[in-house]
């Protein structure tokens, strides 16, 4: 592999892991937030219990996910120095929007609604969750506003051989970010229904006492996926108007429609091979879509089943199929973006910037080494992460630290905490 090659290794892999921990975040996050809101309104204990075990489980897989998202930003720098020298002016702006909301007001946020259990009323605190939900969403949208761009380049000239942004409205209705954006944040939602009904589903075959607490979390994550599923849905197909006619042509994988394709593409940039990695691409999209008739399967079954209360309590071999069903929307995601990014080949900005243009003048041995370390690293975040997630979800409810400091045994008003 030559030195584009493994940069181009080195992003996929570093951008898809932290993709793993933004899915999640996304999901759970809106999760906590409404399970507090029902606690908040209702003054039902149990949900205020839910909230701290879940809510726990988000903070662990935020904080890494901030870790990841530092490290990849280094990437620009270090390995596409071209496509930032091109390009940053334009797609420069909605990435430092996203640093903005991500690392200074989500986490502020989420650091107040972190240590305000017993400092703020329970009004100002369900705020705070609502907030850092919605500045989660903020970070995504903006993130996918930069991705559109490079997918679907508009408001834009080109000056002095590089971009200048002319019209800021244009970049931020991009069709090809909009309907992304729409599809990655139902997706974080299947990711986190799946994940709250995989691990009730443990407690629950191993026959916990928590078993109304884990009844009720394994009923919102069943409830969840399935309306969650179908807005992937709607979105992913919506998304294919925007599509690249070469990545069309390779997920249909017609030869008709690749010389097509290929045809098109040499009559506006002249001779050259401009069909992205056919099988890849092809690969990907076939293994998204039978994984989601995988999900939507699995779905509308425990649907059913969640209606009978004997099923969700003593079903052990649902409870074994929902736990399996944990890492199945992790690897839809992964395959789903790769099908997304592969297809954009052989262009960092489609139709304006090659990618063996878009690399930093590196050695093949530097980029090996930054491979190799950046590779390490993420490996050593994924593993933590997971370590840290399976410890705490494995634990009975009794025993998380977020908000601890008044247990469910406390005396307490109804409505407040």
Do not use: C
Not at 90 to 105: D, K, P, R, Y
Not at 300 to 319: D, E, G, I
Request: aromatic content about 12%; overall charge positive.
């Amino acid at each position: 592999m030559d030195a584009v090659e493994l940069a181009r290794l080195q992003f996929a892999l570093t951008a898809g892991a932290h993709f793993l921990f933004v899915a999640l975040t996304l999901g759970l996050a809106t999760l906590v937030a409404i399970v507090q809101t029902r606690a908040t309104l209702t003054g039902s204990r149990v949900h205020m219990r839910m909230t701290r075990f879940w809510g726990q489980l988000y903070v662990i897989n935020y904080a890494m996910g901030i870790v990841t998202g530092l490290v990849m930003e280094f990437q620009f720098g270090l390995s596409w120095s071209g496509l930032t020298h091109f390009a940053g002016n334009v797609f420069g702006a909605s990435l430092a929007l996203e640093t903005l909301v991500a690392f200074f007001i989500e986490s502020t946020f989420l650091g107040l609604w972190i240590f305000g259990w017993d400092r703020l009323n329970r009004w100002a605190h369900l705020a705070l969750i609502w907030v850092v939900t919605l500045t989660a969403y903020a970070s995504a949208f903006w993130i996918m506003i930069a991705n559109g761009f490079l997918q679907n380049p508009v408001g834009h000239r080109l000056v002095n051989g590089g971009l200048e942004l002319v019209d800021f409205g244009a970049m931020v209705a991009n069709p090809a970010a909009l309907t992304a954006f729409g599809h990655v944040l139902s997706a974080g939602l299947v990711v986190g229904a799946f994940f709250m009904a995989g691990v009730s589903a443990w407690h629950l075959r191993r026959r916990t006492h928590e078993q109304e607490f884990f009844r009720k979390s394994l009923r919102l994550g069943v409830g969840v996926s399935l309306p969650a599923l179908f807005l992937t849905a709607s979105f992913g197909g919506v998304s294919f108007d925007s599509m690249q006619p070469t990545k069309v042509a390779a997920w249909v994988n017609s030869p008709e429609r690749l010389a097509e394709a290929q045809a098109q593409m040499e009559a506006v940039h002249g001779p050259g091979d401009y069909l992205p990695p056919v099988g890849a691409v092809h690969a990907a999209g076939t293994v998204m879509m039978t994984l989601f008739a995988v999900m939507l399967l699995v779905s509308l079954v425990s649907v059913v089943l969640m209606a009978f209360r004997p099923a969700v309590l003593r079903l052990r071999p649902w409870h074994w199929l929902l736990t399996l069903m944990i890492p199945i929307p992790f690897v839809t995601t992964i395959a789903g973006w790769l099908f997304r990014e592969l297809g954009r080949q052989p262009w960092a900005v489609f139709g304006l910037l090659r990618t063996s243009d878009a690399v930093s003048p590196l050695t093949r041995g530097q980029t090996l080494a930054s491979l190799v370390v950046f590779t390490t690293l993420f490996g050593v975040l994924i593993v933590v992460n997971y370590w840290l997630l399976a410890r705490t979800a494995r634990r009975d409810p009794g025993t998380v630290a977020l908000g601890a400091s008044r247990t469910a045994e406390t005396p307490e008003p109804a409505l407040s905490y």
